[in-house]
């Protein structure tokens, strides 16, 4: 459960007013030290601040009033550094005059946002005492003795609220722009992210399929046409080829690294193939540079499924500019996600970039004028918004998933499972970190009952779903796809787990 502090436990903790400061103190390390956050409430500040200063000049009274205001801002300014604010929402000011305590009754409406079991207010206000049940004193709080959280397998909540500032700053400027769609928060994205991907385009479209099937449709792909896939993917690498009315050739994966091997691509081309889509699979690049040797010599073209792979690089080189063109999500999940859906196409080629540009757009250049049957798949205004905030901060939580990745290579080295390969020209970036074990579905079950969550990515191959039933192929046409699907387990990773790690670790080592 998070803490709001209230003015009077502010001050309690800063002044410092003894003995109130002690259980203060105890109650929001304990917070902290069970990963718990400990919040102030904004619309509070000039109490604090006018609160502060006469506390200082009340212990002082030789200090003017400038100089008690100077300190009073200086102590804040420390004792927020590590703590959130908490902000009132337009709608949280209607009616609060008809109240007697405008201040409080702001303060508990932008509290009721959160559920009551994740965040409560500490306070030593016998007024707020009585008015929400939320409200307790440090030593109420202290009584709870609340836990860690369990180790969940994502959290997509916990990292943004560390971005909770810039987000709602993004979301204002898009609302008070007034222009939602193609405008300049998307061309804004646009050039960012292909510049982050060390590539010259970068187009946004509504979401990953999309971008797998507007490059194939780009490049007039389509019936009659043969495109070489992974057999060991997420189905929606298969389904942008099934979408341009190709047929998706599936190809078994390198036994190490789960990405697709090069070595059997050559025997599957035909004459009707047209491209190879090879997938950086669970954040590692595919082995581009033979895959692009085979597409050179039969005229093949390349397109990267980066879904799972924002900022990963082959030989030092950035996917997204490593094949003649790549497609991109931004899911919520994915490294770098969206708060909604969200794709580009990125690519160094100026022509193909600008006819996916018109094909996201019902094929029109200008407003009214259709050159071909196009789409309606473009990234909105909001997405862009919110992912230029994230894309500032995707090195770093990419950092944070290798470091959990580390321990877990680290920790695990000597257990009975088989850990992720790496090989030595891969700069992986940990979308997924998958573990294989014969045993996999008993070892999820003991790891759920020690409240560890993982996942399996993924149970069933694209061509033993029901969906590929036409393409005729059977059990046993793709045994190693297969065997990793039946013993493959996504540990927990994300930018969320920090020292969350060490209590799956030790589930793990128990589990085995
Ligand atoms: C490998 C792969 N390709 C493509 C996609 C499609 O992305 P989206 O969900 O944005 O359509 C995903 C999404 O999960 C994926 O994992």
């Not at 109130?20 to 902290?32: D, E, G, L, R």
């Not at 019902?362 to 919110?386: C, I, P, T, W």
Request: glycine content about 8%.
């Amino acid at each position: 459960m998070d803490v709001l502090l209230d003015v009077n436990i502010v001050l309690d903790l800063c002044a410092p007013r003894i003995p109130w400061h002690y259980q203060a103190q105890q109650a929001i390390v304990h917070a902290m030290q069970q990963g718990r956050r400990v919040w102030l409430y904004s619309g509070s500040v000039q109490t604090m601040i006018y609160t502060l200063q006469r506390e200082i000049q009340r212990f002082r009274p030789q200090v003017s009033l400038r100089v008690a205001m100077q300190l009073a801002l200086l102590t804040l300014d420390e004792f927020s550094q590590d703590k959130h604010w908490l902000s009132t929402l337009s709608t949280e000011g209607l009616g609060v005059f008809a109240t007697d305590d405008p201040e409080d009754e702001q303060l508990i409406r932008a509290m009721d946002r959160f559920p009551a079991n994740e965040m409560c207010l500490l306070t030593r206000d016998q007024k707020l005492l009585g008015k929400t049940t939320r409200a307790m004193t440090p030593e109420q709080f202290l009584a709870l003795n609340i836990k860690p959280r369990s180790t969940d397998f994502l959290d997509l909540k916990t990292p943004h609220i560390e971005l909770r500032p810039q987000l709602e700053g993004a979301f204002d400027q898009v609302l008070n722009s007034g222009w939602f769609i193609l405008g300049k928060e998307a061309e804004a994205f646009e050039h960012e992210f292909a510049a982050y991907c060390e590539a010259e385009h970068c187009v946004g479209v509504g979401n990953g399929l999309d971008a797998l099937h507007l490059i194939l449709r780009a490049y007039d792909i389509g019936p009659g046409d043969e495109v070489i896939v992974p057999a060991n993917t997420y189905i929606a690498t298969w389904l942008a080829v099934s979408y341009a009315g190709a047929t998706p050739v599936p190809v078994e994966p390198d036994e190490r690294t789960y990405n697709i091997d090069p070595s059997l691509i050559e025997a599957t081309i035909t004459p009707q193939t047209k491209a190879i889509i090879p997938v950086h699979l669970y954040g590692q690049p595919a082995d581009m540079d033979p895959i692009n040797a085979i597409a050179a010599s039969h005229g093949l073209k390349v397109i990267e499924d980066a879904a799972q792979s924002h900022g990963a690089r082959y030989k030092g080189r950035r996917v997204g500019s490593l094949g003649d063109a790549a497609g991109f999500s931004f899911y919520p999940g994915k490294n770098l996600g969206a708060l909604g859906d969200g794709g580009a196409v990125v690519t160094n080629n100026s022509e193909l970039a600008e006819k996916v540009r018109i094909l996201r757009n019902y094929g029109s250049q200008m407003k009214y004028h259709n050159e071909v049957k196009g789409f309606n798949s473009r990234l909105d205004e909001l997405q862009a918004a919110f992912l230029r905030v994230k894309l500032r901060h995707l090195d770093e939580w990419n950092a944070r998933r290798q470091q959990a990745a580390n321990v877990y290579i680290s920790q695990l080295t000597d257990a009975d499972l088989t850990l992720p390969f790496v090989p030595d020209w891969a700069e992986p970036v940990w979308h997924l970190f998958v573990v294989r074990h014969p045993q996999r579905d008993a070892l999820q079950k003991r790891l759920q009952q020690a409240g560890i969550g993982t996942m399996i990515h993924y149970p069933i191959p694209p061509q033993l779903q029901p969906a590929y039933a036409e393409l005729g192929f059977s059990e046993g046409a793709f045994p190693l796809t297969e065997a990793i699907h039946r013993e493959v387990l996504s540990l927990p990773m994300g930018p969320h787990l920090g020292g969350g790690i060490n209590p799956a670790i030790a589930a793990i080592q128990q589990a085995l």
